[in-house]
């Protein structure tokens, strides 16, 4: 299947992209692309091969990714059916979901690199992860820091031991 009626409307138009399909195929170029679902991609090709060449840190945070977030968004889909505004929108409603940008973009490296051992695996033709983008990172207000004098003031008002563990927290950060 090349489209729908509604985005070829005419004949002449299908053809042009057909014969532009056609093309790497008859080129020799065009590899059939896995109807594997990417739980299964995941869990029987991914995790046992990549996943122990990364910090033991590492593959705990991937573990969590996947099992909380990526598997339940793309776990039944087909490696191949995954696009790249699938993949814009998940990052998308995570980040107006509360998110900070710096977990979604971990989320966006995360498809990167398995999708990228798809593509160099031969599983689908191109890594759609790389074609994502984020908004600017925004940082939030800036913080407020107590002056020597505020420092100062508290130290007078508190007892012992509090104004020690009160000084040890502001001269520590």
């Not at 969590?64 to 039944?76: E, N, Q, R, S, T």
């Not at 979901?97 to 710096?102: A, D, P, R, V, Y």
């Amino acid at each position: 299947m090349i489209g729908t009626v509604a985005e070829f409307p005419t004949r002449r138009k299908a053809m042009q992209v057909l014969s532009q399909k056609l093309r790497a195929i008859n080129r020799g170029d065009a590899r059939p692309q896995s109807v594997r679902t990417f739980e299964d991609f995941v869990k029987d090709d991914w995790m046992p091969v990549i996943l122990p060449t990364l910090k033991y840190a590492t593959q705990k945070h991937y573990r969590y990714m996947l099992d909380v977030h990526l598997i339940p968004a793309f776990g039944k889909s087909q490696l191949r059916d995954l696009t790249r505004e699938n993949l814009q929108g998940f990052l998308s409603r995570k980040l107006s979901g509360g998110l900070s940008w710096e977990t979604v973009h971990h989320f966006k490296c995360g498809l990167s690199k398995i999708l990228g051992a798809a593509e160099e695996w031969g599983r689908v033709t191109e890594n759609v992860a790389q074609k994502t983008k984020l908004p600017r990172r925004q940082y939030g207000p800036e913080r407020v820091v107590l002056t020597p004098v505020q420092v100062q003031k508290l130290a007078d008002a508190l007892r012992e031991p509090v104004r020690s563990f009160a000084l040890l927290l502001v001269l520590t950060g």
